[in-house]
């Protein structure tokens, strides 16, 4: 059985640089917004390591955020990678009973979540990540509106990381200047606005 990776900033690792603070601000609020919507446990966002073929945490919001960012896993693996490799949202309401779900893997994080809902970063017809919502409340996920929303979310969440010319893990990205960080961080408010008009 393959074992999680920890090892994506060993402690001898550079401090990130200024795009890499942008990138995870932008990621931080995705998460925690997404978390807030759907009145979730935790929210995550993992990224695309296509050299490594992994999927990296990125920004986690509740269960696991003080120890899950950086963490990897192959990008095959679990719900998560179903939608990385699909590029489709999913929405598993008893995950004791989904054939997909990887519970090693999740007892590998210290939460393992009744229920969730998935959705892929996608950009320029090209997967980033991918948008996790750990046990959202029934009432969030109760149907194909509540699925669409989350997509919705993810497309602007892949935008948003686009604007940051960031989207990749290890792809060198430059800094974000004042201008760009804030047309990225504008877009994720005038989501979250739409977003909690409509729930």
């Known amino acids: 059985m393959t074992t999680p990776r920890t090892d994506a900033m060993p402690p ?25 919507i759907f009145g979730a446990a935790a929210s995550s966002v993992f990224l ?10 990125q920004a986690v919001s ?7 960012v950086g963490r990897r896993f192959p990008a095959g693996r679990g719900i998560a990678g179903w939608v990385a490799t699909s590029g ?7 995950l004791s009973r989904d054939s997909s ?3 090693s893997l999740a007892e590998s994080t210290e939460y393992v979540p009744d229920a969730l809902m998935a959705a892929p970063l996608i950009s320029d017809a ?13 009432q969030a996920r109760s149907g194909i509106r509540e699925l669409d929303l989350l997509a919705m979310f993810a497309r602007q969440a892949a935008a948003a990381l686009r ?13 974000l200047d004042g ?21």
């Open 101 to 103: 779900f990887d519970r």
């Open 179 to 199: 201008e760009r960080r804030e047309d990225a961080l504008q877009l994720l408010g005038s989501l979250e606005r739409l977003l909690r008009g409509a729930g």
């Open 12 to 36: 001898s690792a550079p401090c990130p640089g200024p795009g890499d603070a942008a990138r995870h601000e932008l990621l931080q609020s995705v998460v925690d917004v997404a978390r807030a």
């Open 48 to 57: 695309l390591d296509e050299e490594a073929d992994e999927l990296v945490f």
């Open 88 to 94: 489709e949202p999913m929405v598993v309401d008893d």
């Open 62 to 68: 509740g269960e696991g955020e003080e120890f899950l």
């Open 126 to 138: 090209r997967i980033l990540g991918v948008l996790e919502v750990l046990d959202p409340s029934p």
């Open 163 to 175: 604007v940051v010319g960031a989207y990749a893990p290890g792809t060198g990205a430059r800094a």
